[in-house]
């Protein structure tokens, strides 16, 4: 019997709920173990900017996907799985392309046609549109903010 380092992890590497602070890396078991059984998979990530790669995980034998923490907003990372066994890590799986750590929403678009409908010296009744985008989420109140003719800020009144 002939022991070696497993093959690579299979691809592609697929990245998934990627976050402004995390992403979940995915791989396939790699076709070849070395001869001995896989121990655990070490996960990777290169800060596109820097070029270098630190590990940022591990997962068991078993697993086909890990969470990868610690990312930050608006950095562009690669992402890479090494299979280990007893004699060793195999090549790395890496992703192809970088993918941007951001929230997959945004601040929504500000409301559209907004009317005063009615006033009288102490109130007045708004009516609008809700906005062309909600930024990826359902919107869950409104604020209205209101400034007197002499004053420098606005205040929020509801």
Do not use: M
């Not at 900017?49 to 562009?76: N, Y």
């Not at 929504?108 to 990826?136: A, H, Y």
């Amino acid at each position: 019997i002939i022991l070696g380092r497993p093959s690579k992890p299979l691809g592609p590497i697929e990245i998934t709920d990627i976050r402004a602070k995390k992403a979940k890396v995915h791989w396939e078991k790699p076709e070849d173990d070395g001869g001995c059984p896989v121990t655990h998979y070490v996960i990777e990530r290169q800060d596109v900017d820097t070029g270098r790669w630190v590990p940022c995980g591990e997962a068991a034998p078993d697993d086909r996907e890990a969470l990868v923490d610690g990312l930050t907003e608006g950095k562009k990372y690669k992402f890479r799985v090494k299979a280990v066994n007893q004699e060793g890590e195999s090549d790395p799986l890496e992703s192809e392309e970088p993918i941007t750590a951001k929230n997959p929403y945004t601040v929504p678009d500000p409301p559209k046609n907004v009317v005063i409908d009615d006033w009288d010296n102490v109130s007045v009744f708004l009516i609008w549109e809700t906005p062309d985008s909600d930024g990826g989420r359902p919107i869950t109140h409104y604020v209205v903010e209101q400034k007197g003719k002499y004053d420098i800020d606005f205040i929020e009144v509801f």
